[in-house]
């Protein structure tokens, strides 16, 4: 193999992005989170969030990824952005970020990486930022972007 040939394929195996979606969900000065076992030894907090499925467009895999890890239908109100999220270990996601209302609990059963869901204040989220216990830097970054008004329209979004 060619130099040349060999960089090239360095290049498109180090240039995977992970696609993922992220939803805000407020009811009365609370965020809905999700509690996470990742096998460590305490549990992290996020939104519920997931990774875009094939097939899939970044709005049905918010619904989708706010109903499994929560149990909530929920209705789509805006789109914060993409946000683009470089790990220690070198992986690269681009997060789609939303905004929903919570309209119905449903009685199906949660993913079983979830531990359980609360509706937490600002402060206590920031709290579990500072303990280090938030799954990544967009968790609050997604929440003070929602509550300051930055966001757009879900139509800026072609599926």
Known sequence: MNNS??????????????NTVACVIQRSGRFLM?????????????????????????????????QEETAWQVTLTGYLGLYVFHTPEGLTFH???FIAT??????????SDITA????????????????RLRSPLVLERIENAISGRCYPLAVIHE
Do not use: Y
């Open 95 to 97: 997060s789609h970020g």
């Open 117 to 132: 869901t609360h509706w937490l204040t600002l402060d206590d989220i920031s709290a579990l930022g500072a303990a280090g």
């Open 102 to 111: 919570p309209d119905v609990m449903l009685s199906s059963p949660i993913d």
């Open 5 to 18: 040939a060999k960089i090239g394929s360095e290049s498109m195996h180090s240039a995977i992005l992970r």
């Open 34 to 66: 999700v509690e996470e076992d990742r096998g460590d030894t305490q549990t992290v907090f996020n939104q519920p969030a997931g990774h875009i499925e094939p097939g899939e467009g970044p709005l049905a895999a918010v619904l989708r990824e706010v």
